[in-house]
């Protein structure tokens, strides 16, 4: 199993960060056994589609060239041009087969590892230069495994050339016997079968290495345990700065919240240990909707700010534990605490009008298991 410099296993997969660092290195899966069959087999293809014509244009070429007139031969200034001129013909008719090979050769890679250009990769080092790190390289396990696979490439490529010679050995014979023209195009048949037939034996060779360059591609990009720990603290962040960017967090919402306190109707107290603050507009809200709670110290705090803005505050031990635990900030009281709440409300409403003899209601109804905080835990989101 492979080991990093510190002789630990690279056992873990390579994570998306160090996927993406791989292909700016420049290493992404390639097959050069893949790109060379599909390169030949795309020029073998076209020549046995256009070939006959790309031949009758290349030899109406030579033959006009054969008849030179006598000007052109003691004339260098009219010899030079003409030569040129013959020379880009030629490079038209065959730019159609440069053309297909071209993007072959191009499209062929990226089958397997995708569009990637690396100026890294693409840099001269010197290290590549070293011959000592080319002889490990060249005796290395990659090294024996692309001999290997040269070897049986080339085992194969001759075992397949040999049986289509044997195959068309007898009519290679009966070449010298037929007309020259006949047996030119006879002789370019035959030579064009064979190179699309030992060009497909490829197939196997790039049926094999594709998957093999894939999966050693993974390989090479393992991660250590320790890598992946060090790569998620560097993406998401040291446990100390989280904790820190968490308690800024907290503390905005914290200020937020007590902005919303000065706008309450009432502010519902354990007396010490918790604190709600309700508003209710019956215009727009269906229910009293809670826009700060908190507990010790920040309940002190609602608190203040209560008695700083002048907030009715109701002392309701029941109520206002059974609503923190059960209600999220802006969130509706729940159906149980209609009651009790809207009392509160009318008491505080009373209240505001300067009503005599006005006296706490001492009935609010508040179901026992609102008032448990491991029960309610899992039926609201997190504070």
Known sequence: MAENENG???????????????????????????????????????????GPNLALDLINQTESRLILERELAFDQALLLPYLTDQLFTTLRSLLPLFGVLMVAAVLAPILIGGANFSWQAAAPKASKLNPLKGLKRIFSWQGLMEFGKTFAKFVLVASVAVVVLWTFSGRLLMLGYEPLQQGIVHAATLALGTFIAVSAALLLVAAIDAPFQMWNHQKQLRMTR???????????????????????????????????????????????????????????????????????????????????????????????????????LNEEVPNGLFV??????????????????????????VPEDYLDPAQQRGKRRPD
Do not use: C, W
Request: hydrophobic share 40%; no cysteine.
């Open 8 to 50: 630990q296993e690279k056992t873990e997969q390579p994570t998306e960060k160090r996927l993406r660092e791989g292909r700016e290195k420049g290493q992404v899966p390639r097959s050069r056994e893949l790109s060379t069959f599909l390169v030949l087999m795309t020029g073998g293809s076209f020549m046995l589609l256009f």
């Open 226 to 328: 320790q890598e992946v720990k060090d790569e998620y603290k560097e993406t998401d962040g040291k446990p100390e700065v989280k904790q820190k960017v968490r308690q800024l967090q907290q503390e905005m919402a914290q200020r937020r919240m007590m902005e919303e306190v000065p706008k309450a109707d009432v502010v519902i107290t354990n007396p010490t240990h918790y604190a709600v603050a309700i508003v209710y507009e019956a215009s727009r809200m269906a229910a009293p909707r809670v826009v700060a709670k908190g507990v010790d110290q920040v309940a002190a705090n609602i608190r203040a700010v209560a008695d700083e803005h002048q907030v009715i505050r109701v002392e309701a031990p029941r109520v206002a534990r059974a609503i923190y635990f059960t209600t999220d």
């Open 340 to 365: 009790a709440v809207a009392r509160i409300l009318a008491y505080v409403y009373q209240l505001k009008r300067a009503d005599d003899g006005v006296e706490m209601p001492d009935d609010l109804p």
